[in-house]
């Protein structure tokens, strides 16, 4: 079965991957996301802890001097991450359901007093 390249639009677009064994869910947007979120923790001005424990792990041996941009550094990490699940056996199945379930047209509580 050919993939189809066209995300799951939303604020995180899902890419669906198919391989011999698995359902793939392919959501570089979200491990982006991800990255800028803890370099955003690690640069907050008030809140200097997770920059002085990343100070701290950086003075051990194995540190170096070299620092990249913030973007850089954000797609650094990105790119080393993994941004793909894989959903085994049924569990496809289950989740496509669940997510047809979820995203289902359910009536506003006002329309459910109405219909009573």
């Known amino acids: 079965m050919a993939d189809d390249r066209t995300p799951i639009t939303g604020p995180i677009p899902i890419y669906v991957e198919t391989t011999p064994?698995?359902?793939?869910?392919?959501?570089?947007?979200l491990t982006r996301l991800v990255v800028a979120d803890v370099?955003?923790?690690l640069l907050h001005p008030a809140d200097t802890g997770a920059w002085d424990r990343l100070h701290e792990l950086a003075e051990q041996p194995a540190a170096t001097?070299?620092?990249?941009?913030?973007?850089?550094?954000?797609e650094q990490l990105a790119d080393a991450a993994s941004s793909k699940v894989p959903l085994y056996g049924a569990r496809a199945l289950e989740l496509a359901e669940r997510l047809a379930r979820a995203a289902g047209v359910k009536p506003l509580p006002q329309q459910m007093r109405r219909a009573s």
């Open 21 to 29: 064994a698995a359902v793939v869910l392919d959501m570089a947007a």
């Open 39 to 41: 370099l955003d923790a």
């Open 65 to 74: 001097d070299t620092r990249l941009p913030y973007e850089e550094l954000v």
